[in-house]
């Protein structure tokens, strides 16, 4: 009591994940504790996957059990950011930006020795969804506030209490046109299966039997929660985010309740953020080149495999006309009288 008196500057979040985390791995895992009721699931194989069909959501099958503890017992702290995505629509970039934003006191995004500089963002914020799966959820309790964390889950999968508006905390989405979304996610996948084919994974959007699929359930899920409380659920565009980082950014300060100061402004801080992050900067980096490692603990992928092109619009390179209509047109009609719009 008296030592905290004393010494009352707390240690203060989001801390880089990798930085904290000791290594150690439980003796048992939600796999073993759960087996029986994701084996009673409907299945798929869907490219290198196993797709369980879980409350409405194709989740691969070994997210299952992580999914349900997180859904059981994951206790959200006021101030948490989660943030949230479908894979491939810019994740790494969000978990960087966030980052960055969020922990500029500790780490100003100009300096040499900035975490992001030596990690890959994905060892800077945890995903809840592997931790949980992993039975590594201690290691979620002792970072310090504010924690920042990201999940691949639709808002309806997300824990009781963190949409809740009495115990819930802020989350933020990000969105990308589905037909660069699925260039990019066969391009991902092909890493692991290089003999993949484009119309597979295209046909498998289509249906909705994809990774975390249907997508736009996903997409909604998370636009429907930021129109009925922009305050709790925010939504971004990586098309926007291209256009206007500068912009995203401060959207983004403001959601998290660290608007950047005058001062802050002044000297530039906005900038150095999206500079910091940018696609470029953050590919050419050591740690994000090929043969630099893994990132991720379900399926360690290499970690330049985050960083392809970063563009918007190389659907055109991957797509005919009639597909990119075909897909267009499955959006369109099941956003339809949502106020939300892709093309
Ligand atoms: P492409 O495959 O179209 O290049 P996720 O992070 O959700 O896995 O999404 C990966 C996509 O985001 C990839 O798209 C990747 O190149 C792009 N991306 C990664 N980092 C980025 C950054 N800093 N700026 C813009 N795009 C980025």
């Not at 696609?279 to 050591?286: A, C, P, S, T, V």
Request: charged share 25%; net charge neutral.
């Amino acid at each position: 009591m008296a030592a905290a008196a004393c010494n009352p500057v707390a240690p203060s979040g989001p801390v880089p994940f990798k930085d904290v985390d000791d290594g150690s791995v439980p003796e048992h895992t939600p796999k073993e504790e759960f087996g029986d009721l994701v084996a009673a699931l409907p299945s798929r194989q869907q490219s290198i996957l196993e797709l369980r069909l879980y409350q409405g959501f194709w989740l691969p099958e070994h997210w299952v059990p992580g999914t349900i503890v997180f859904q059981r017992r994951f206790t959200p702290r006021p101030d948490d950011v989660i943030l949230a995505s479908y894979p491939k629509c810019g994740t790494t970039w969000l978990k960087a930006l966030a980052f960055a934003t969020a922990a500029r006191t500790a780490y100003p995004p100009g300096g040499a020795r900035h975490p992001l500089r030596r990690l890959n963002p994905h060892d800077c914020v945890p995903f809840i969804d592997e931790i949980f799966a992993s039975g590594e959820e201690a290691k979620l309790e002792a970072l310090p506030s504010p924690r920042l964390m990201n999940t691949h889950l639709p808002y309806a999968l997300l824990p009781a209490p963190v949409t809740a508006t009495a115990t819930g905390c802020r989350v933020a989405y990000v969105c990308r046109d589905p037909k660069d979304m699925v260039v990019s996610l066969w391009h991902f996948l092909r890493r692991a299966k290089p003999d993949l084919l484009f119309a597979d994974t295209f046909e498998s959007v289509c249906d909705g039997t994809v990774v975390v699929g249907p997508v736009w359930d996903h997409v909604l899920s998370y636009w429907r929660a930021s129109v009925a409380a922009p305050d709790r659920a925010l939504f971004l565009r990586y098309e926007d985010m291209l256009r206007d980082p500068g912009g995203n950014v401060r959207r983004l300060a403001e959601f998290m309740g660290r608007p950047f100061s005058a001062a802050e402004e002044a000297a530039g801080d906005v900038a150095a953020v999206v500079e910091l992050c940018s696609f470029d900067e953050m590919k050419g980096l050591e740690v994000n080149r090929p043969g630099s490692g893994t990132a991720g603990r379900y399926r360690p992928m290499p970690r330049d495999a985050f960083f392809r092109k970063g563009v918007a619009g190389d659907w055109a390179n991957h797509m005919t006309p009639e597909m990119a209509a075909r897909l267009d047109g499955i959006f369109r009609e099941k956003l339809q009288g949502t106020g939300l719009i892709f093309s």
